[in-house]
């Protein structure tokens, strides 16, 4: 019993800790915005925005229009290069940071995202298993991780051959959506896989 507990208690914090580090991160994003904001706010005519909603409404657009800004700056391939080499050197070293940069990703379908691509896993006996690819591992195998239900983001991690791993055609929300609800769902979505 106590073990069974303790493994709960982990797996609940794996799928805690995350979360509130993005709830953190945004909100002290939107704190940041908000102080250089606040003068902006001041060079409207009053009137222009409630007076209790200015300054959230430019942080709000100042966020957008940074998160453009550097998304058009990363679209330029010396600018990426430079990027990624100081990625590698700082942010990549800092644990849970690439996990979190690669849900991120996979959640917002992002032509670069490389990992928690939606798959399932053939076995010897003709079964099909859900997994997430997280990373190719040489030429010939793949890194999965065989999600449990109903936390898909926590679960066991194996290296298996690529030819017995299947992409699956949809979008990460829907998949772990459906391995959420224990698998509700999830044969429309191997059935996108058959359709290909």
């Given at each position: 019993m ?10 609940g914090?794996?799928?805690?800790i ?23 706010a001041d ?16 942080a ?18 010396p ?7 100081i ?17 991120v ?5 992002l032509?670069d995202?490389?990992?928690f691509?939606?798959?399932s896993?053939k076995?010897?006996?003709?079964s ?5 690819v997280i ?18 983001f926590?679960g066991?991690i194996?290296?298996?051959?690529a030819?017995r791993?299947e ?7 829907e998949y ?10 999830l ?9 290909k």
């Amino acid at each position: 019993m106590f073990r069974y507990l303790k493994n709960a208690i982990v797996r609940g914090l794996v799928m805690l800790i995350p979360v509130v580090m993005v709830f953190l991160v945004i909100r002290e994003l939107l704190e940041v915005m908000i102080h250089f904001a606040t003068p902006i706010a001041d060079l409207f005519p009053q009137g222009t925005f409630r007076e209790e909603d200015a300054t959230e409404i430019i942080a709000v657009i100042l966020i957008v229009l940074a998160a453009l800004t550097l998304g058009i700056i990363w679209s330029i391939k010396p600018s990426r290069i430079a990027g990624e080499w100081i990625e590698d050197r700082t942010l990549n070293k800092v644990p849970m940071y690439r996990m979190l940069k690669s849900l991120v990703a996979a959640f917002l379908n992002l032509e670069d995202g490389k990992s928690f691509k939606p798959a399932s896993l053939k076995h010897e006996d003709g079964s099909l298993e859900p997994v997430y690819v997280i990373e190719e591992h040489g030429d010939d195998m793949l890194v999965v991780m065989q999600p449990w239900t109903p936390t898909p983001f926590a679960g066991t991690i194996r290296v298996v051959p690529a030819h017995r791993v299947e992409l699956i055609p949809v979008s990460l929300d829907e998949y772990s959506l459906a391995l959420t609800h224990f698998g509700l769902g999830l044969s429309d979505a191997m059935k996108k896989s058959g359709d290909k």
